[in-house]
Protein backbone atom coordinates (compact mmCIF):
# COMPACT_ATOMS: atom_id res chain seq x y z
CA UNK A 1 0.00 0.00 0.00
CA UNK A 2 1.68 3.37 -1.20
CA UNK A 3 0.74 6.39 1.36
CA UNK A 4 0.03 9.30 -0.58
CA UNK A 5 1.27 12.55 -0.17
CA UNK A 6 -1.63 14.90 0.35
CA UNK A 7 -1.21 17.80 -1.21
CA UNK A 8 -1.52 21.01 0.52
CA UNK A 9 -2.36 24.18 -1.21
CA UNK A 10 -1.31 27.89 0.78
CA UNK A 11 -2.68 30.67 -0.79
CA UNK A 12 0.56 33.35 -0.63
CA UNK A 13 -0.62 36.47 -1.06
CA UNK A 14 2.11 38.95 -2.47
CA UNK A 15 2.65 41.24 -0.28
CA UNK A 16 5.02 44.18 -1.47
CA UNK A 17 6.95 47.10 0.44
CA UNK A 18 7.94 50.06 -0.20
CA UNK A 19 11.38 50.39 -0.17
CA UNK A 20 12.77 53.22 1.31
CA UNK A 21 14.18 55.89 -0.65
CA UNK A 22 17.78 55.42 -0.97
CA UNK A 23 19.73 57.90 0.99
CA UNK A 24 22.73 59.97 -0.58
CA UNK A 25 25.91 58.95 0.21
CA UNK A 26 28.35 61.24 1.97
CA UNK A 27 31.14 62.39 -0.09
CA UNK A 28 34.54 61.10 1.27
CA UNK A 29 37.71 63.17 1.47
CA UNK A 30 40.61 61.37 -0.42
CA UNK A 31 43.48 61.68 1.51
CA UNK A 32 46.04 62.59 -0.51
CA UNK A 33 49.75 61.76 0.40
CA UNK A 34 52.30 64.10 -0.92
CA UNK A 35 55.67 62.72 -1.43
CA UNK A 36 58.17 65.43 -0.64
CA UNK A 37 61.54 65.52 -1.92
CA UNK A 38 64.62 66.72 -0.68
CA UNK A 39 64.44 70.17 -2.29
CA UNK A 40 60.51 70.18 -0.62
CA UNK A 41 61.90 69.87 2.69
CA UNK A 42 64.88 71.92 2.37
CA UNK A 43 62.29 74.70 1.72
CA UNK A 44 59.91 73.44 4.21
CA UNK A 45 62.68 73.86 6.74
CA UNK A 46 64.09 77.08 5.93
CA UNK A 47 60.80 78.94 6.17
CA UNK A 48 60.42 76.95 9.90
CA UNK A 49 61.61 77.97 13.19
CA UNK A 50 63.36 74.87 13.72
CA UNK A 51 66.99 75.65 12.94
CA UNK A 52 66.36 79.24 15.21
CA UNK A 53 64.68 77.32 17.85
CA UNK A 54 67.58 74.39 18.09
CA UNK A 55 70.14 77.59 17.61
CA UNK A 56 68.59 79.34 20.45
CA UNK A 57 68.64 76.03 22.47
CA UNK A 58 72.16 75.64 21.86
CA UNK A 59 73.28 79.16 22.48
CA UNK A 60 74.79 78.69 18.67
CA UNK A 61 76.99 76.01 20.07
CA UNK A 62 77.00 72.38 19.44
CA UNK A 63 79.75 70.11 19.22
CA UNK A 64 78.99 66.67 16.86
CA UNK A 65 76.59 64.79 19.01
CA UNK A 66 74.39 68.02 18.56
CA UNK A 67 74.33 67.93 15.44
CA UNK A 68 73.16 64.28 15.67
CA UNK A 69 70.64 65.71 17.82
CA UNK A 70 69.65 68.20 15.36
CA UNK A 71 69.16 65.73 12.45
CA UNK A 72 66.87 63.16 14.65
CA UNK A 73 64.95 66.34 15.39
CA UNK A 74 64.60 67.01 11.65
CA UNK A 75 63.40 63.16 11.20
CA UNK A 76 61.10 63.11 13.71
CA UNK A 77 59.32 66.03 12.61
CA UNK A 78 59.09 65.03 8.99
CA UNK A 79 61.82 66.60 7.03
CA UNK A 80 62.72 63.33 5.78
CA UNK A 81 64.30 62.92 3.10
CA UNK A 82 66.80 65.62 3.39
CA UNK A 83 70.40 66.34 2.56
CA UNK A 84 71.99 66.61 5.66
CA UNK A 85 75.15 69.47 4.24
CA UNK A 86 72.60 71.33 2.59
CA UNK A 87 70.54 71.35 6.30
CA UNK A 88 73.40 72.21 7.44
CA UNK A 89 74.05 75.49 6.02
CA UNK A 90 70.31 76.24 6.65
CA UNK A 91 71.37 75.85 10.27
CA UNK A 92 74.37 77.71 9.84
CA UNK A 93 72.39 80.44 8.32
CA UNK A 94 70.40 80.52 11.29
CA UNK A 95 73.22 80.56 14.06
CA UNK A 96 74.91 83.44 12.13
CA UNK A 97 71.16 85.90 12.94
CA UNK A 98 71.39 84.44 16.23
CA UNK A 99 74.80 85.50 16.71
CA UNK A 100 74.31 88.89 14.84
CA UNK A 101 71.58 89.89 16.82
CA UNK A 102 73.01 88.70 20.31
CA UNK A 103 76.17 91.15 19.70
Known amino acids: MKK ?4 TTVKTKKVTRKRP ?3 A ?3 VAKRVVKIMT ?8 AASRVPSKFVKEH ?3 WDHAGWLQFLDI ?3 KGYDPIDPDRAGLILE ?3 A ?3 AKKS
Open 74 to 76: LKT
Open 38 to 45: VDDNLKKL
Open 4 to 7: EAAE
Open 97 to 99: KYL
Open 21 to 23: AKK
Open 59 to 61: EGT
Open 25 to 27: LKP
Open 93 to 95: DAK
